[in-house]
């Protein structure tokens, strides 16, 4: 358990990442995902993200892979000119989707993208189909996040970039307090306001609470067999973007759906 964060309010929903309940979260709240995002993190999200996509060094000739894409935010920064030549979102959440095909219509209509539905823990893609593969605040959500992260690497091609962020506990001690205070009282009272769902926002704080360390995430990543592991502290360590690389030589066998 992170520790950075005081003791879980007793009001706050124990964890049951189920993935049919997750997604029926998701899809309750997916017509004001967007705008949540943007209040909830001050518009600091999409610097979050593009660090991210800037992490996988894309030349514009590369497919890439976002995981847990919501409304495709990250399909649409990945298909912009220069970025991959081809990008596939996968999410498992039906409105969410619905809701990223006609933002990524709109925003990157001479690209080659696809949305498919999908389970993080057994992605629908060939095994080395992928030069680099996103994930934005979803991983923690999934149930279990190291089979995750050992389907990413089958997914990714020798030499292919895996660019993780997902939301943490600052280290810096006045930050950390006015973080923790903003994180579990004044959160949750914005999201159920705005999103007019009672479980998302309280399910938040306690899905960060019950997250691991960056120093553990790490370790899952270095288990599953990536190299080059990093994990960057952003905005006082509010969020970690976590890179890596899936090995040219020495990976271990892969087998999964092709």
């Known amino acids: 358990m992170n520790a950075a964060l005081p003791q879980m309010d007793p009001a706050l929903p124990q964890l049951d990442k189920d993935p049919a309940k997750i997604a029926g979260m998701f899809d309750a709240i997916a017509a004001r995902y967007d705008l949540l995002n943007t209040v909830l993190s001050g518009g600091v999200d999409r610097y979050w993200r593009w660090r991210a996509v800037r992490s996988l060094g894309l030349t514009g000739r590369e497919t ?12 649409v920064s990945l298909a912009k000119p220069g970025r991959a030549a081809r990008v ?8 969410m989707l619905r809701r990223g095909l006609a933002k990524v219509r709109g ?12 389970d993080a823990m057994r992605l629908p893609l060939a095994s080395a189909s992928a ?7 979803g991983i923690r959500n999934v149930r279990d996040h190291a089979v995750a992260v050992s389907d990413c690497l089958r997914v990714l091609k020798p030499g292919g970039r895996l660019a993780i962020l ?3 506990t600052p ?11 903003y994180f579990t009282r004044l959160l949750p009272r914005i ?16 899905s960060v609470v019950g997250w691991v360390t960056p120093e553990a995430f790490s370790a899952t990543l270095r288990s599953a067999g990536f190299a080059e592991v990093r994990a960057v502290p952003l905005t006082f360590g509010a969020v970690y973007l976590y890179t890596a690389i899936r090995p040219d030589r020495g990976a271990r066998a892969l087998s999964g759906p092709s």
């Open 131 to 137: 030069d680099g593969l996103t994930i934005a605040f």
């Open 64 to 75: 890439a892979v976002d995981l847990c894409t919501g409304t495709a935010d990250l399909v």
């Open 171 to 181: 280290r810096v001690p006045v930050f950390k307090r006015l973080y923790a205070w």
């Open 88 to 95: 596939v979102g996968v999410d498992f959440s039906p409105a």
């Open 166 to 168: 997902e939301i943490s």
């Open 107 to 118: 925003r990157a209509p001479s690209a080659t993208w696809q949305l498919a539905q999908g």
């Open 191 to 206: 999201g159920r306001l705005v999103s007019h769902h009672t479980d998302a926002y309280t399910y938040l704080p306690a």
